[in-house]
């Protein structure tokens, strides 16, 4: 069974709903109708109810649902909501209510009063556009700081990680974490590997240096961030600083980190800064034959997944399913 199979039969266990804010586009319209026939989640579109069936043409969309931002009715309890949000940093209730007028941010209310479970935006608006609102609204989860992304790496014929299946982040946001945040994604990582996939997390956090065996300014970054994260999830199985042999060969990690719990058998792998781990991911996509799903987000107190602009309806169909299983853990 594939990674995203399994994705697809965890999201049916419990149906979830999940907005998506685009309904004008063909591949999103496609994937809300497959979604919704499969069980995967309650779909809810929202925009305008005309130009989202006009769009639809043969689509089948009588399994989904469709608010049209204009006539729903909590439309200003929405701008309310949001204005309280918002008032401190000067909106006004008009531009409250003209602000929801915008799919993405009356569904990130909707979420905010428990009428959805997750969003799923990004085929045609930017991170920004699709972030922005989920942090004005949402926020991070209790405890965290940062918002991250990650990668779930399927590698076939892998013998490391768990069977052949990896976390990596954070490959998609963050430029160059400090050590604070740093600990931040690997705190997130390890949450997303128990809760999506159901694996105990074994982190590693990646340098070019093992357990000292050089000493500078971005290695010490990466032994100050396994501290921090250490400090605050003392029951994670974390360790570093270490190169990526000591993490995944078990003969590797005898001879740089005998004494390591997590050396040569890490299945979370946390890249010192986006270079390396935008980098990594696409050596192991392109070298290894890898599967990648992502980036998905991560850190925020509800899913809120970003989609590549270049994503095909069955890319949308995979995020969907990952976000309702986010959504019930």
Same mark, same amino acid.
């Given at each position: 069974?594939?990674?995203?199979?399994?994705?697809?039969?965890?999201?049916?266990?419990? $149906?979830?709903?999940?907005?998506?804010?685009?309904?004008?586009?063909? /591949?999103?319209?496609?994937?809300?109708?497959?979604?919704?026939?499969?069980?995967?989640? =309650?779909?809810?579109?929202?925009?305008?109810?005309?130009?989202?069936? $006009?769009?639809?043409?043969?689509?089948?969309?009588?399994?989904?649902?469709?608010?049209?931002?204009?006539?729903?009715?909590? /439309? =200003?309890?929405?701008?309310?909501?949001?204005?309280? *949000?918002?008032?401190?940093?000067?909106?006004?209730?008009?531009?409250? &209510?003209?602000? @929801?007028?915008?799919?993405?941010?009356?569904?990130?209310?909707?979420? $905010?009063?428990?009428?959805?479970?997750?969003?799923?935006?990004?085929? #045609?608006?930017?991170?920004?556009?699709?972030?922005?609102?989920? *942090?004005?609204?949402?926020?991070?989860? %209790?405890?965290?700081?940062?918002?991250?992304?990650?990668?779930?790496?399927?590698?076939?014929?892998?013998?490391?990680?768990?069977?052949?299946?990896?976390?990596?982040?954070?490959?998609? @946001?963050? =430029?160059?974490?400090?050590?604070?945040? *740093?600990?931040?994604?690997?705190?997130?990582?390890?949450?997303?590997?128990?809760?999506?996939?159901?694996?105990?997390? +074994?982190?590693?956090?990646?340098?070019?240096?093992?357990?000292?065996?050089?000493?500078?300014?971005?290695?010490?970054?990466? !032994?100050?961030? %396994?501290?921090?994260?250490?400090?605050?999830?003392?029951?994670?199985?974390?360790?570093?600083?270490?190169? !990526?042999?000591?993490? @995944?060969?078990?003969?590797?990690?005898?001879?740089?980190?005998?004494?390591?719990?997590?050396?040569?058998?890490?299945? !979370?792998?946390?890249?010192?800064?986006?270079?390396?781990?935008?980098?990594?991911?696409?050596?192991?996509? &392109?070298?290894?034959?890898?599967?990648?799903?992502?980036?998905?987000?991560?850190?925020?107190?509800?899913? #809120?997944?970003?989609?590549? &602009?270049?994503? $095909?309806?069955?890319? +949308?169909?995979?995020?969907?399913?990952?976000?309702?299983?986010?959504?019930?853990?």
């Amino acid at each position: 069974m594939s990674f995203i199979d399994e994705m697809k039969q965890k999201a049916k266990l419990s $149906k979830k709903k999940i907005v998506l804010p685009e309904g004008t586009d063909l /591949r999103v319209l496609t994937a809300a109708s497959v979604a919704a026939a499969e069980g995967l989640a =309650e779909i809810i579109l929202v925009g305008s109810k005309e130009e989202i069936l $006009k769009a639809a043409g043969n689509i089948d969309l009588s399994q989904v649902t469709i608010i049209d931002v204009e006539a729903a009715e909590k /439309r =200003e309890e929405y701008a309310q909501g949001f204005y309280e *949000l918002r008032k401190s940093k000067g909106l006004t209730i008009e531009e409250a &209510r003209e602000t @929801l007028k915008d799919p993405v941010y009356f569904g990130n209310m909707m979420i $905010k009063h428990n009428d959805a479970d997750g969003l799923v935006s990004g085929a #045609i608006h930017s991170t920004a556009d699709t972030l922005r609102p989920a *942090l004005q609204i949402i926020k991070t989860a %209790t405890g965290t700081s940062l918002v991250s992304s990650f990668f779930i790496m399927v590698i076939p014929d892998c013998e490391y990680g768990e069977d052949g299946v990896f976390l990596f982040s954070d490959c998609g @946001l963050n =430029e160059n974490p400090n050590a604070e945040q *740093l600990s931040e994604i690997a705190i997130s990582s390890a949450h997303t590997m128990q809760n999506l996939l159901g694996v105990t997390p +074994i982190v590693a956090m990646l340098s070019y240096s093992t357990y000292g065996s050089a000493n500078s300014v971005l290695t010490q970054k990466v !032994v100050q961030a %396994t501290a921090l994260a250490k400090q605050k999830a003392p029951t994670l199985l974390i360790d570093g600083e270490m190169q !990526v042999d000591a993490a @995944l060969v078990a003969s590797t990690a005898k001879l740089k980190a005998p004494n390591s719990t997590v050396a040569g058998k890490a299945n !979370v792998l946390i890249f010192p800064d986006l270079n390396a781990g935008n980098i990594g991911y696409k050596l192991v996509e &392109r070298l290894a034959k890898a599967q990648a799903y992502g980036p998905v987000t991560q850190g925020l107190a509800k899913p #809120i997944n970003d989609l590549s &602009r270049g994503c $095909k309806a069955e890319d +949308i169909i995979g995020v969907i399913a990952m976000t309702a299983v986010q959504a019930q853990a």
